[in-house]
């Protein structure tokens, strides 16, 4: 990969940028983040890339320099759990205003802050069980923590009278290759 421009050495690994994006991007004039491949021992990498077709022309790009590469596990960000679920409204008017609405907003802030205190220690379900501690360093993981933690910023935005929901960062998909050098 030193050999091939296209390859910056970047930390413990190399960013692949592929080119012609006339208007440039945050990489510079015509250069676009393809993947980003990580040494994740003596013979495996760890590559992510936002489609399959990506990691296809990855690991094709190592059978043309001789390796004989083998994808040993994927994980994949579906990008429909950044939208809303079907019915779900988007940009909706307000509820009328509750009795006693002041008291019960400090009731809530004050009942959301103690659950953001311990969630972070507790078996979830939605991540096969593990705390969002673990899950935020488990690799494999991590992927569904990111999608809860999405999930939830999108609907605390769509509970706000008045606004719309942020959409947040978009992905195809993200898959991890570890292709044998």
Do not use: C
């Amino acid at each position: 990969m030193e050999a091939d421009a296209r390859f910056e050495s970047e930390g413990h690994g190399w960013v692949w940028f592929g080119g012609s994006k006339p208007k440039g991007g945050p990489f510079g004039q015509g250069r676009s983040v393809l993947a980003v491949v990580e040494v994740a021992g003596l013979e495996h990498f760890k590559v992510e890339v936002n489609s399959r077709e990506r990691l296809e022309r990855y690991v094709d790009f190592l059978r043309r320099a001789g390796a004989a590469p083998a994808v040993e596990s994927q994980s994949r960000i579906d990008p429909a759990l950044d939208l809303p679920a079907p019915g779900e409204a988007v940009g909706s008017a307000g509820r009328p205003p509750r009795e006693h609405e002041d008291q019960l907003a400090a009731l809530e802030a004050e009942a959301m802050a103690a659950w953001r205190r311990t969630w972070v220690d507790e078996h979830v379900p939605a991540l096969g069980g593990l705390t969002p501690r673990e899950a935020a360093a488990d690799p494999d993981a991590r992927p569904l923590l990111e999608a809860l933690l999405r999930d939830f910023e999108y609907r605390e935005d769509a509970a706000r009278p008045g606004r719309r929901p942020r959409r947040g960062r978009r992905q195809a998909s993200r898959s991890s290759a570890r292709p044998s050098a």
